[in-house]
Every structure is written in structure tokens, then in C-alpha cells.
């Protein structure tokens, strides 16, 4: 999908969807961290340390009326706290109050006791002419109040708030556990429009119907109609669902909630329920508005597959969920839009009509999509005037909206580290090829004799490509290391978006997929590990023509097997498990089958490179030489043939 940026400034966006604060640094430039708490305390300890710890220990206070009694204590300081004797009289006492601090370093020896009402004291020390005074501790409580009490309490308190806000941004404050976490957007605030939004016009037309009812509600409940409750979009990842479901909303200028499914689900029993019924409690009171719900399949998964069974937090969400979509009005304006990519999984009451009433398929872009998709994403780059979009949008079969908007992205990349101003055509090409083989590993160091295995390895494959009709022509050909453990690889390209494929195009396919591991043995006499994938997909093609497409002898127009929708968009290796419906005798055709078309078809793509060994040795050479070659060198030399080299 592509999405326009409106904001002023070219390919900016401000974070958190807002604008900047007028001063990005508060307090001066001051920027708060848990670190100045550590030190605060470590400069609480060290000041109890270095003063607390100076504090001569108390006795008893017949010890000390017995110090004062034998003349050894000369001058006593009374306080609220302490009564201090001292054992000289050198220190002046200044006319007036003044605050002393009685923690300060001393030489003399001191004695402290804690005081008793005892009227004989004061009659002892003027009888013994003991000079006493009373110092005012009006400062020092204030400190010990503040360092006793404020300060810990202030600290215990930060920490608290700190810890909550921590914990409920993962989702662990019990305080809140009821509250959904919807991001509200205001209406006026979302700038996305249908025009953002290129590749679906056939999802963009089913949803200009709930726009239209939420601008003019009356024009269709004059009539007696009624707006789907609930409309689901349905693609694989990367097309745009929520790219859509914010052009909805901005589109309508209402409120817009965003929610994740997984954002209702906690480890606390009925959480998911209560936030279910506060979203919905929020959204009424803010009709007309759209709630819209992204990955619905983290609550909405069928109840039949709940092996456990019981009645377990996802479940208890998703009832309230129904119970909620039922409960309101179709004329109240509240929409609500949700998107998936699992919709095998999902609960059959959540799709009946009266809860989600429309499927909207939000699918692959064709090659006017692709193209309309790029022209979006390209608009803040500075493109070369040689750049054809179109090209771009026909090496790009498959992709989807995010991937394009990679693509745009890593060729701007590659344009600055080139030092170039503007965008060139080989970019977008070396982007492409990243995108689908992977980063090249130039520092990879391989041995003379791996060179030349899988220089001849690429050449089979393009060789069969070449000879095999209805094959997707080679756009590149290429013995650079690239992505996870690719010596190399054979880029091919379709020239137009295919949606149905022959059995003879399928065999073609096993073809290409064979001639790699074809050329070595041809070449070398021996075969390599370097097939290994290419050996894993034509064994699935061969597979699935017999179980699932009944392209077999015995088996013909026959499914053996039950596959469902699995993931959208999902690759091979991320479909369900196969639900075997047949006997071992049938399992035991299927794996000779199997090993049958796989010999034929390898038979014949060794046969062509042998009568064209004197072509594969040519373009092995030229790869070897310099490393790739591309669509135009390729067509050239095949174009030459064997005799005319």
C-alpha cells in the first residue's frame, strides 16, 4: 500500500503522529534518570555515615549525675534529645541563642544520656558549679524531619509511581487491568484519504459505502437500510488493512479507536471482557466513530479447537465481543472495522451476518496497482528522470505494499551511498534483488573449485529457463554470495501477474528447479550439497500435483488431501498440517510417484544440457569472468546458440 506524507516538510513525520514541543528539552536541557535517585540516596548514606557515626554512645543517667558528682564532667549542653557533658570549660559561651551542631568532631572526652525529669540534677550542677546551658535544636529537627521522614517518603512514592507506570505499559498494573488501551485518535486529527491509498480500488469502493454513511446517515435510513455492523478486512500481511482503516476514518472525520486483539487478552481472568465492555462503553459516547480492531485472530479463534476445553480468558473476550456487536445499533454510527490474516481460524459467530456483515479482500497489488503503489512512496524521493516505474513494477510480481515501500526506501539507501543525488534505474534493481536474495557477502571467500561447481550450478537453471516454454524469463544471473548460505543465485522474473499454472508449466518449473544439480553431475561426474533447496521445492511441486491439483495416473481429478486456508500470503513452509485421508498403500504410491516424475523430468533437463554442453560451458566461463550477467548479456549469447560461439 502506499501512503501519501502531508506533512510540510518532505519525508518527516513526527514522532508519535503529533508535533514537536516547543522545547523538545524541558527544565533547561535537563533530562531526568533514575540514576540522580541513586545518588541521592548513596549521598544519604554517606552523610549518615560520615556524621551519624561521630555521635559518642550514650549512658547510663546515674552514671553521668556520678561523672558530674566527682567533678569530671565541667560544662553540660542540654537539648530536647541529649544531655551532653563535657570535661573542660574552654569553650566561650556567646551571648544569645544560637543553633550547635552536637555531632561536630571533639578531642575532649564527652558523655551523652538521654534525658529524665530529675529536679536533683540542676540542684547537683550548682552545687558542683557546673555551667549548664539549654541550645535551641529548631534547625536540626527540621533536618531530621526532612531526612527522617520527606525524603524517604518522597523516594518510596517515585519509585511507586515509577514501577506502575513501568508495569502498566506491560500490561501489569492491577490498578487498571478493565481499562481498554484503544488509541483514540479525534476526528480531524488522522490525514490519511482514500487518495493515500493505491492497489485495492476494488476494497477502497466496498468502503466508500460506510464513508458515505457516516457523512449522511439519513439518506440511507430514510430508505429503510441498514450500514454492516461490522466489516472485516481479510490479506495477507502488508497490504494495507490498517492503512486502510485509517483512511476510513479520515475519510469520515470521526473519532478513530485502534486496538490490537492481543491488547484485550491478560494473564488475570476477565480482564479481555471488561476491556471489551469499556472500549465499546467509550465508543457509544463518542458516536459516530470507528473501532477499529487489528490481528482480530488473537481473540476471535474458533471455540470447536479449544482442546482444553473450558471456559478460559480468550474465550470469555470473545463472547463479550459478540454480546457487544450485537448490542448496539446498526444507526448509532458506530463502525467497527477489524483485519486479519487468519480468517480459517476465526469463530463462525463472529462472521455471521449481524456481526461482521462484509469481507473486504485486501489483496496483492497487480501491476497497475504496484506501479500506482510506487508512484505514492517515490513522491518524497528525488528520482532520476531515466527511472521507469513501470519496469520496476513488472520485476516486482507478488510484492506487496510494504515491500514496495522497502524497495523505494533501500534505493534512496543505496543512491547516498553511491554519493548520487538522485535515484537511478540500477537501485531500484539492486534493491529488488536484496529484497528477494538477499544482502550480497562480498567478503565471503570461496575456494577456485566452489566458484566453478556453482558457476555451472546457475548456468543449468538459466539454460533450462531459457529452453523450457512458458518459463519466467532470467533477468540475472549471479555467483555472489547473497543472504543465508546462497553461493549464488538465478534471478527470474515473470512478465505478468499468473494466477493459474498448466501441468506442463508445473513440470517446467520442476525443470528449472533440477537443472542446477543436473549441470554438476554433467560437468563434474559428482553432485554437490549446493541443491539441496532447489531438490526440497521440486519435491513439493511434484507432491502437490498428486495430492492436491490430481494430476496423477491413478489419482486423476482426485484430491487426496484437505488443506485449509492457512496463513495469507504465508509461504510453503507455513501451511497447515496435512490432513491424511488415505491408506498406506495410497501413501506409498504418492512417495514412488513422487520419485517418478522427479527421475523423468531429471532425465530429460540432463539430456538438454548435454546437447547444449558446448553453450553451458560458455556461460559458466563468462560468470566466472565477471561474476553476473544480466538479461540483456544472457539473451545475447543463447541468442548465438551453440555454433555460433
Not at 163 to 168: A, D, I, S, T
Not at 181 to 206: C, H, L
Not at 443 to 466: K, M, P, Q, W, Y
Not at 606 to 625: I, M, P, R, S
Request: hydrophobic share 40%; glycine share 10%.
Amino acid at each position: 500500500m502506499g501512503e501519501r506524507k502531508n506533512n510540510k516538510r518532505k519525508g518527516f513525520k513526527f514522532p508519535f503522529g503529533g508535533p514537536p514541543l516547543p522545547n523538545p528539552k524541558p527544565f533547561g536541557g535537563w533530562k531526568f534518570s533514575i540514576m540522580y535517585i541513586l545518588i541521592l540516596v548513596v549521598g544519604m548514606s554517606l552523610f549518615n555515615y560520615v556524621f551519624m557515626n561521630r555521635v559518642n554512645p550514650t549512658v547510663d543517667f546515674s552514671d553521668f549525675k556520678a561523672k558530674i558528682a566527682s567533678g569530671e564532667i565541667k560544662r553540660v549542653e542540654l537539648t530536647d534529645s541529649y544531655f551532653t557533658g563535657y570535661t573542660s570549660l574552654k569553650q566561650e559561651l556567646p551571648p544569645g541563642p544560637r543553633i550547635r551542631n552536637p555531632y561536630a568532631a571533639s578531642s575532649e572526652p564527652v558523655y551523652r544520656t538521654v534525658p529524665i525529669n530529675d529536679p536533683e540534677l540542676i540542684k547537683l550542677m550548682d552545687e558542683k558549679q557546673v555551667a549548664y546551658y539549654a541550645v535551641s535544636r529548631e534547625g536540626s529537627a527540621i533536618l531530621n524531619i526532612v531526612f527522617s521522614w520527606v525524603l524517604p517518603i518522597a523516594f518510596f512514592f517515585f519509585i511507586w509511581r515509577f514501577l506502575m507506570k513501568r508495569l502498566g505499559n506491560m500490561g501489569g498494573n492491577v490498578l487498571s487491568v478493565g481499562q481498554n488501551r484503544a488509541v483514540i485518535v479525534a476526528e480531524g486529527d488522522i490525514v490519511t484519504r482514500f487518495s493515500d491509498v493505491a492497489g485495492v480500488d476494488e476494497a477502497k469502493e466496498e468502503l466508500i459505502e460506510v464513508v458515505d454513511f457516516l457523512k449522511n446517515p439519513k439518506k440511507y435510513t430514510d430508505i429503510g437500510g441498514k450500514i454492516p455492523k461490522g466489516v472485516l478486512l481479510v490479506g495477507p500481511p502488508g497490504t494495507g488493512k490498517t492503512l486502510l482503516a485509517r483512511a476510513v476514518a479520515g475519510e469520515a472525520g470521526v473519532a478513530f479507536f485502534r486496538m490490537s486483539g492481543a491488547d484485550f487478552v491478560e494473564m488475570f481472568v476477565g480482564v479481555g471482557a471488561a476491556r471489551v465492555r469499556d472500549l465499546f462503553k467509550q465508543a457509544r459516547d463518542k458516536a459516530p466513530c470507528i473501532v477499529f480492531i487489528d490481528e482480530l485472530d488473537a481473540i476471535g479463534k474458533s471455540r470447536l479447537n479449544n482442546i482444553a476445553g473450558g471456559n478460559d480468558e480468550r474465550e470469555q473476550t470473545l463472547n463479550q465481543l459478540l454480546v457487544e456487536m450485537d448490542g448496539f445499533d446498526g444507526t448509532s454510527g458506530l463502525i467497527i472495522l477489524a483485519a486479519t490474516n487468519r480468517p480459517d481460524v476465526l469463530d463462525p459467530a463472529l462472521l455471521r451476518p449481524g456481526r461482521f456483515d462484509r469481507q473486504v479482500l485486501v489483496d496483492r497489488p497487480d501491476l497497475k496497482g504496484r506501479e500506482a503503489i510506487l508512484r505514492i512512496h517515490s513522491k518524497a524521493v528525488k528520482l532520476s528522470p531515466q527511472v521507469d516505474l513501470d519496469a520496476i513494477a513488472r520485476l516486482t510480481s507478488g510484492f506487496v505494499g510494504a515491500d514496495l515501500a522497502n524497495i523505494v526506501n533501500e534505493a534512496a539507501l543505496l543512491a547516498v551511498r553511491g554519493n548520487r543525488n538522485l535515484v537511478i534505474q540500477k537501485d531500484f534493481e539492486e534493491a529488488i534483488e536484496k529484497t528477494v536474495a538477499g544482502l550480497q557477502k562480498k567478503n565471503r571467500i570461496i575456494s577456485e573449485d566452489e566458484r566453478r561447481i556453482v558457476a555451472f550450478h546457475e548456468t543449468g537453471h538459466a539454460l533450462i529457463a531459457a529452453f523450457t516454454p512458458g518459463s519466467d524469463p532470467v533477468q540475472k544471473i549471479s555467483i555472489v554470495p547473497r543472504g543465508f548460505g546462497a553461493l549464488g543465485y538465478t534471478l527470474q522474473m515473470p512478465v505478468e501477474d499468473r494466477y493459474l499454472m498448466t501441468e506442463g508449466e508445473l513440470l517446467g518449473k520442476i525443470d528449472v528447479l533440477l537443472g542446477g544439480r543436473a549441470a554438476e553431475e554433467l560437468i563434474f561426474g559428482k553432485i554437490s550439497t549446493g541443491a539441496a533447496n532447489d531438490l526440497t521445492k521440486a519435491t513439493d511441486i511434484a507432491r502437490r500435483m498428486i495430492t492436491d491439483y490430481g494430476m496423477s495416473s491413478r489419482f486423476r481429478n482426485v484430491a487426496l488431501t484437505q488443506r485449509g486456508a492457512g496463513m495469507l500470503g504465508g509461504s510453503q513452509a507455513q501451511e497447515p498440517l496435512l490432513h491424511r485421508e488415505y491408506s498406506e498403500a495410497t501413501q506409498q504410491y504418492i512417495d514412488e510417484e513422487i520419485a517418478h516424475i522427479v527421475e523423468k523430468q531429471y532425465t530429460w533437463v540432463k539430456a538438454q544440457l548435454a546437447e547444449h554442453q558446448v553453450l553451458l560451458n560458455t556461460v559458466a566461463g563468462l560468470l566466472l569472468e565477471k561474476e553476473s550477467l544480466d538479461e540483456k548479456e544472457f539473451k545475447d549469447i543463447i541468442a548465438q546458440g551453440d555454433h555460433g560461439l
